[in-house]
Structures are given as C-alpha cells and as structure tokens.
Nanobody, 124 residues
Framework: QVQLVESGGGLVQAGGSLRLSCTAS????????MAWFRQAPGKERELAAS????????TYADSVKGRFTISKDRGANTIHLQMNSLKPEDTAVYYC?????????????????WGQGTQITVSS
C-alpha cells in the first residue's frame, strides 16, 4: 500500500495560481503512474493530469491543458500540480492517486491508493 498526503489547497481569485504537492510513502516501488483527480460538488471524479512515475509522459484533461503542469521529484517521492490561470470551474476537491502497472489511466477505479483530498476554491 502507498500512503499519499496532499498539501497546497486553498482559496484563490480567478486568474491566479496555486501549486499542489503530494508526497508518497510506503510501497512506492509498486507505483507505475501517479495522477491528480478532481471532484466538484454533484459531479463525478475526473482525471486532471497524470504522469508515469519512473518515466515521464504527462497527460492532461482538455479542460486544464495549457494551464496545469504535473511534475515529479522521485528523490522526494513527491508530485506537484502547478495550476495557472485558474477559473471558477476549477473549483473542486483535488485528490492525488497512485496506480500500478496495467490499470486504467482515466478511470478512478484503476487507482489503488488515494490521498485525503484538498479543497481548491476559485472565486470570480
């Protein structure tokens, strides 16, 4: 099992920036992919960005492409999500997740370990 702890959430005005961090511990050697999901009130959890833990290949949802950047620091067992040009529709709880090899990239059920979530609120 991999334990994930997120930090960096908060309230920001539209057009502003925030940076989320997620630090992993435990059986991190089993991790193939890490990702940031988000869930707005009344909506399903959706993938925002993902990255291969031992490689690169970042992927992004169309809604965040060009504004969000996912990165990793394997030495610190940490991934980050730099969020720029934030919009009110980015308001959600953001979750860090880890997946093993062979699981779905997009479907939340493909991820075996989750952080507790951090709230991002973007005011207009």
């Amino acid at each position: 099992q991999v334990q994930l702890v997120e930090s960096g959430g908060g309230l920001v005005q539209a057009g502003g920036s925030l940076r989320l961090s997620c630090t992993a511990s435990g059986r991190t050697f089993t991790t193939y992919r890490m990702a940031w999901f988000r869930q707005a009130p009344g909506k399903e959890r959706e993938l925002a960005a993902s990255i291969i833990w031992s490689g690169d290949s970042p992927t992004y949802a169309d809604s965040v492409k060009g504004r969000f950047t996912i990165s990793k620091d394997r030495g610190a067992n940490t991934i980050h999500l730099q969020m720029n040009s934030l919009k009110p529709e980015d308001t959600a709880v953001y979750y860090c997740a880890a997946a093993q090899y062979g699981s779905s990239r997009i479907n939340p059920t493909g991820y075996s370990d989750w952080g507790q979530g951090t709230q991002i609120t973007v005011s207009s």
